[in-house]
Structure formats: C-alpha cells, structure tokens
C-alpha cells in the first residue's frame, strides 16, 4: 500500500512551516519513507490527479482559529470520488489528517474532525482518522523545545508504515492537554501579565518593522 503525504502549509517560506517539519519527522524514521509534495508548489487539479494514484492520502496541515488554509479546501475540492469498493488490490482507498495549531487545547480542533469524516465518505475513501496537536506555533521557531513532540511524530509514522494506521496511544498523548484545567489557566495567566507568552510573536513582529505598530487600532 503506497502513500502520499501532503503538506497543506500557505506560507510562502517552507523553512517556516511547521508543516514541512511534521511531515518530514513522520518520514524520518521510515524504512521505506513516504513521498511528500507540498500543495502550494503544485496545480490543484494536477495534484489531485496524482495523489489519486496512491492508495492512502494523508494530509498535515495547519489549523487557523478552526479553520483550514484556502489552498487546503482548493485541493479537496478537487479530489474525485474513488470507484466502489474495493477501490485498489489492498482494499479501499484511504485517506487521514494531520493537524497542528498554536491553540494549546485540541478541543479547538473538534469542529473540523467531523467535516473530514463525512469527506472521507463522501470521497468513497476509508477514514484513517485525524491527529491533533495544538501549542505548536512556535516548532520552526524553537525545535529544541519539542523534541519529545517531534520524537512522538517519528513514532507515528513507524507505526503507520507497519499498520497502515494512526496508533491510538501516540494520537492520545499528540492530543493533549484537550482542554486546560483550571490551574493550567491561572498560570497561563501570570506566563500573559509578564509578558512571556509575546516573545515569539514580538520576534516576528520585529523581524517585519511592525513592532512599534503592535498597540495600533486602525478601525477606531
């Protein structure tokens, strides 16, 4: 059973995708690494065509306040139903997602789950499921600080290339925190009051001479 990966990441920097890191992490530890081809590098009527000829799609991508990227939807809006089961020798064709956002909670991500179940049904593709992992903005920034997250990717993609599918105890822990409990948001709060939770986003900000400019309000 061949696989495509397909990294759904807009920026225009590949070097800052936090995408590109996760699917080449799943590959990483492969005996036989999978291909991947990034979807804004690529026609997405052209690209379709041809991750129609793999039996399993899986797609990563990033997560913007519940919603995917346009060049995402664009891709799928192209993807043609499979022909009835059994679609290949192996079985049917199969397709998964894998998500990562800058929300900590992955209870952020459960809009978008169930719109990519009823796609895989409506695609005639067996749903191989969706991975969350959310506080992970900052990956291309600070790799150092996600090793164990990055390890864990690693892992998923050995156990996917010897069960053709996600494994539950790694999507478990990718997932957590769900939601934050309630000491976890009162220290959230004091990380906010002393400023530690800009220090990405300043940098950013400094990089693109916006930094003077943060406090502004243009429509008032």
């Given at each position: 059973m061949n696989t495509i990966i397909l990294n759904g990441s807009p920026k225009g920097?590949?070097?800052?995708?936090?995408?590109?890191?996760?699917?080449?992490?799943?590959?990483?530890?492969?005996?036989?690494p999978c291909e991947i081809k990034r979807i804004a590098e690529n026609d997405s009527k052209e690209?379709?065509?041809?991750?129609?000829?793999?039996?399993?799609?899986i797609i990563i991508?990033?997560?913007?306040?519940?919603?995917?990227?346009?060049?995402?939807?664009?891709?799928?809006?192209?993807?043609?139903?499979?022909?009835?089961?059994?679609?290949?020798?192996?079985?049917p064709k199969t397709i998964g997602f894998i998500i990562q956002a800058g929300f900590m909670e992955t209870a952020q991500h459960k809009y978008v789950e169930p719109y990519f179940r009823r796609l895989a049904e409506q695609l005639n593709y067996?749903?191989?499921?969706?991975?969350?992992k959310g506080e992970a903005a900052g990956i291309y920034?600070?790799?150092?600080?996600?090793?164990?997250?990055?390890?864990?990717i690693s892992e998923l993609g050995v156990a996917y290339e010897k069960t053709r599918a996600f494994d539950k105890e790694i999507v478990k822990k990718l997932s957590k925190p769900y939601q934050l409990s309630s000491f976890q948001l009162r220290l959230l709060k004091?990380?906010?009051?002393?400023?530690?939770?800009?220090i990405g986003w300043h940098k950013v900000l400094k990089q693109n001479g916006a930094f003077e400019q943060r406090l502004d309000r243009p429509f008032i």
């Open positions: 920097n590949p070097k800052q995708s936090n995408s590109r890191i996760f699917a080449e992490h799943f590959v990483k530890e492969m005996r036989n690209l379709a065509r041809y991750a129609a000829g793999f039996d399993t799609i991508l990033p997560l913007y306040i519940h919603a995917m990227p346009g060049l995402v939807m664009k891709f799928i809006e192209k993807l043609e139903p499979a022909p009835p089961t059994p679609a290949t020798p192996s079985g067996t749903y191989l499921g969706t991975v969350s920034m600070y790799p150092k600080m996600f090793k164990k997250v990055l390890k864990l004091v990380v906010d009051i002393v400023g530690l939770s800009n």
